[in-house]
């Protein structure tokens, strides 16, 4: 299956599942065609994660759109079980009062989760379906790329910082950047532990998630490599990935919750 | 594991999802949650409500009840003291009527009384008139007479 051609050897096959199928101009190619330089794109996880994040959250929508306060449908339930238990989450942990703290937390951990879930599907399906129209490489997990896990956990930094600022007030921010935990006389030391705390977060937020499920892609990969072998192992790994994806969505949404009421909650 | 434009990009749809879901999906979700969850507690204080009214309720017909009782055995008793009073009344005024009835009968047997009575003396001096006729004609001797019938005939 390597799009190179040669014959399929294992780190070939592995190395070929984790490229990303990638476009950019022909000045950022190397000589193998490889894109390199910032100014790449992998078109397949942008599209995996914005078609998936249209698909649902449009069905999300329109759920909405007609929601009842009377008896609910079942789509109606399911969307707003998963919707209660996010909100119940926020009420629990953030204390302020925010239109955008709980909408925030449904996005991430609906889209993560259905990003995850790709995972269970079998690892060879789309990328050979995409091979057969002619597409290369296509790694279906968004997940798996640093650039999505990154993305997310900087947009969160921003809107972290932006709440920070707007319900404390640029002086008490100031203040709270400064002053705290060693008083003013410490300022350069605060200083340097805050930038530290603030860089901390969203590295380890997105390294968390892109750890686990690219661990959990090579498992599925190296499954895959065991000839009849996968039958009895690739189930039990996919049940229990189920787990993991639902618990690094989950864990995704509930450390934005807890940024989100630390910025909004004087120390 | 590279980093580039990739990043942009998916902040753009992160962005684009969030503002979907701060929209148009939990707002109206969360104005449904809210409405069901405001009927259901008006419908468990209503259910309270009614429980309770039929609790007062019930008290209430109870009351009424007894009362209706009470009533009842008033009525009754006053009912049977009223009987009673009547069937004394009647009692009397069938005793007087009694009264004059037997008064008036004994009137009337002693005026029949009197009036045989009476009867009884005109017979008796018809009969002593008979009987002495019956006697003066058995006395009467034409000869012994005749002397006082002669002195008679000779006065005139």
Known sequence: MSAEGGTLTTSGYIQHHLTNLAVCSDAAKDATGHCHGFWTFHLDTLLVSGILGLVVFGLMAMVASKATSGVPGNLQSFIEMVVGMVDQQVKDTFHGKSALVTPLAITIFVWVFVMNAMDLIPVDFLPVTAAAVGVDYLKVVPTTDPNLTFAMALTVFVITLFMGLKIKGFGHFMHEVFAVPFGLKLAPINLLFRIVEEIARPISLSLRLFGNMYAGEMVFILIALLGIWQLPLALPWALFHILIITLQAFVFMMLTIVYMSMAAESH | ?156
Not at chain 2, 133 to 155: G, P
Request: aromatic share 4%; proline share 1%; hydrophobic share 50%.
């Open chain 2, 1 to 156: 594991m590279n980093i580039n434009a990739t990043l942009i990009g998916q902040a753009i749809w992160f962005a684009i999802f969030i503002w979907i879901t701060m929209k148009y999906v939990w707002p109206p979700l969360q104005k449904a949650m809210a409405d069901r969850q405001a009927q259901i507690a008006d419908g468990l204080a209503a259910a309270e409500r009614g429980k309770h009214e039929q609790e007062l309720a019930a008290k209430r017909s109870a009351d009424a009840l007894r009362e209706a009782k009470e009533k009842s055995a008033e009525l009754v008793a006053q009912a049977e003291k009223r009987a009673q009073q009547i069937v004394e009344e009647a009692k009397g005024n069938a005793k007087v009527e009694a009264d004059k009835v037997v008064a008036g009968a004994k009137a009337e047997i002693d005026q029949e009384v009197e009036r045989a009575k009476q009867q009884l003396r005109e017979r008796v001096a018809e009969l002593a008139v008979a009987g002495a006729e019956k006697i003066l004609r058995k006395e009467i001797n034409a000869s012994a007479h005749a002397d006082m019938l002669v002195a008679l005939k000779q006065d005139l």
